[in-house]
């Protein structure tokens, strides 16, 4: 079956009664991309990132727009819906789309990703392409954390040189549970991953079941170190051998006063999401906490550091 989309630009003002008049008319199923909700989203989230992207701001600059797709045989419908449109006073764009296998081709935006020496990021659907390495399967629909990122494949780079056989590994920020399936897949003992998001909880847990993993080998927490005490106390029970935190400069600055008590003095900390402009900052909030910054990689615009705890 092929289809058109139809695409009708407005602004923020008139948004929802456009949208109100194409479901009065018939026209239900109705995307709407909202530039003022958008800006407002990344405003109320901006702890949780320093990077946008720049192409998309610039598509959605002064625009709102309302997508909705036809059979291509509909011709009754499209022509509803340029009626609408011309007393609307709005510009209307229609593109004729391929036939697709709609269920199926979102997947072709998953591809197998490999990392470092030896490590393959694999769909669940694509498990038994391997190439040779070793895989790190996942549900990449789910939530961040696909390999696709360069912040993510230089963490896991460096797990390639510094994990060890019985390593404790705990991941702060792990989203959909990447590297701490990654870091037992290198033949860690155990992996914890803690996210703030109570979702990422369950889909952790799921990915790594899709490697084998459950516990005690793997553990998904939903919490913030820096507000919970007793889930800070609970993880400093025992310091880990290798930490992670993958996630944006400012969290890592506010995370690294209680670094330290998750490491013991030859545990390793990898910490990645960190933009280039944004090195000094975490740097200098690393080592006034006590950890000595061991080296730095970089890929495109982002650095991901390698350190320790500062011997007392």
Known sequence: ???????????????????????????????????????????????????????LQQKLQGLSHIRLYLEDTDTGSLRRLEQAAAQLRLPMAVKSMEETNWEESWKDNYPAVEVGNSLIVVPYWASDDTAGRIPVILDPGLTFGTGAHASTQMVMEFMEDCVRPGFRCLDLGSGSGILSIAALRLGAASAVGVDIDPKAESIARENAAYNGFSAPAFTALTGNVTEDALLMESLRQHPYDLVLVNIVADVIIGLAPVLPALLAEHSILLCSGILDTRLSEVTGALEAAGIDILDVKEKEDWRSIRAKRRSL
């Open 1 to 55: 079956m092929a289809w058109l989309e139809i695409t009708l630009d407005t602004d923020s003002e008139k948004i929802e009664a456009v949208a109100a008049r194409l479901t009065a008319l018939g026209f239900g199923e109705l995307v709407i991309e909202d530039q003022t909700e958008f800006e407002t989203f990344l405003d109320e989230n901006r702890a949780y990132w320093d990077y946008i992207d720049e192409d």
